[in-house]
């Protein structure tokens, strides 16, 4: 049984440079992970901060759920995320040094049913660094197109 992947945030991989990737629980109320199971979601814009020695998630939509009626909570409310205490003063240093951000990168169920995100401490591309990258992505499909079977 594998991760069940909900949403994914592809503008990253264009705008930003992965360095590390870290898995953080996420704490929802019922009928958003109602929701979330019916995949009505965008992580699209969204961003994680460090406040008060707490791990928050910022502008992420989940949909309110139909049958819950006006019980349902605020679709971009702000977002408590999981992770150890050592792992949060950590990035607390990683943020705080250089131009570094945490970023959500993909959102799934993991095996036993739990709601979990990937968060990623990112660096911002800039134009050269874009230009670099999208000449390497059109040589690789160069290549893939002379000789198929090799690469």
Known sequence: MSNKIISTNRKIFRDYQILETYEAGIVL??????????????LQDSYCKIENNELLLYNMYIAPYKQS????????????????????????????Q????????ELYFNNKGIAKLKLGLAKRLKGPDKRDQIKKREL????????????
């Open 98 to 105: 250089g131009n570094l951000v945490l970023i959500p990168v």
């Open 29 to 42: 109320k019922g009928s958003e992970v109602k929701s979330l199971r019916n995949s009505n979601t965008s």
């Open 140 to 151: 690789d499909r160069e290549l893939k197109k002379k000789f198929p079977g090799i690469i």
């Open 69 to 96: 009626g006006v019980f349902s909570p605020a679709p971009r409310r702000i977002r408590k995320l999981l992770l150890h205490r050592n792992e949060i003063n950590r990035l607390y240093g990683k943020l705080t």
